[in-house]
């Protein structure tokens, strides 16, 4: 399975600012998600982020709340912006293998309060 | 759209009991079936998936059965440990697994030395 990190692991916002989230896998992968999860709730996908390309958004998700940039097959970042204390969340990101029949890994997530 | 139901929402067992977690779904087109453990604060760990074609997958302590007619599968955990004691997520998508998953609420599982 890939070994996927993710920057920052927690931060502390001020509501109106933004922040970008980075996604580092160490191998290839076919296709990367992000999702979000609230306190004691379960996966929300947010969209999937293509390769050179513009992200699929889940219903409930706009772009220009939750902007993502895939620009290689290894590296994702999600820009959560104009932060209100409702973006309060765990954000995760995951990523599928090139290997036939692979299955969705996840990123340690990223903590996010904003005050 | 594919729509996941999971119970129980919490489940409490003595160590060394058995533990089962059902999922249902809608969408008949899902193929693919994957089941996550996530301890708190950690990442969510695959432990077990199961395909289609196929309608019962063991691990060790942990199994899980596919009934495509009824449209519903399960996690059996046996012999439980107070290791075991975490958040199960079962999931759903189409097209093994190359597409979105949907996810259950998740089962807190807490097993009692």
């Known amino acids: 399975s890939a070994v996927i990190s993710q920057k920052p692991s927690r931060d502390i916002c001020q509501r109106g600012t933004s922040l970008t989230i980075q996604c580092q896998v160490d191998?290839?992968?076919?296709?990367m998600f992000w999702y979000r999860q609230q306190p004691g709730q379960s996966l929300t996908l947010i969209a999937t982020?293509?390769?050179?390309?513009?992200?699929?958004?889940e219903s409930g998700f706009v772009i220009d709340k939750f902007p993502i940039s895939r620009p290689n097959l290894t590296f994702s970042t999600l820009t959560v912006s104009n932060m209100s204390p409702e973006d309060s969340s765990i954000y995760l990101c995951?990523?599928?293998?090139?290997?036939?029949?692979?299955?969705?890994?996840f990123g340690p997530g990223t903590r996010l309060l904003v005050l | 759209g594919e729509n996941v139901e999971q119970h129980p929402s919490t489940l409490s067992v003595q160590e060394g009991d058995s533990a089962v977690i059902k999922c249902t779904y809608s969408d008949s087109a899902s193929n693919y079936f994957p089941w996550y453990k996530q301890e708190l604060g950690k990442r969510p760990q695959l432990i077990i998936d199961i395909r289609s074609n196929v309608g019962e997958k063991k691990d060790q302590r942990i199994a899980v059965t596919l009934n495509k007619t009824a449209k519903h599968f399960s996690l059996h955990i046996t012999e439980t440990q107070p290791e075991d004691s975490a958040v199960y997520f079962c999931?759903?998508?189409?097209?093994?697994?190359?597409?979105?998953?949907?996810f259950g609420k998740g089962t807190m599982l807490l097993v009692s030395p």
């Open positions: 999931a759903a998508s189409i097209n093994s697994g190359y597409s979105t998953l949907t």
């Open positions: 995951s990523a599928l293998g090139l290997a036939v029949q692979e299955t969705q890994y």
């Open positions: 191998s290839q992968v076919t296709m």
């Open positions: 982020a293509n390769q050179g390309s513009e992200a699929t958004y």
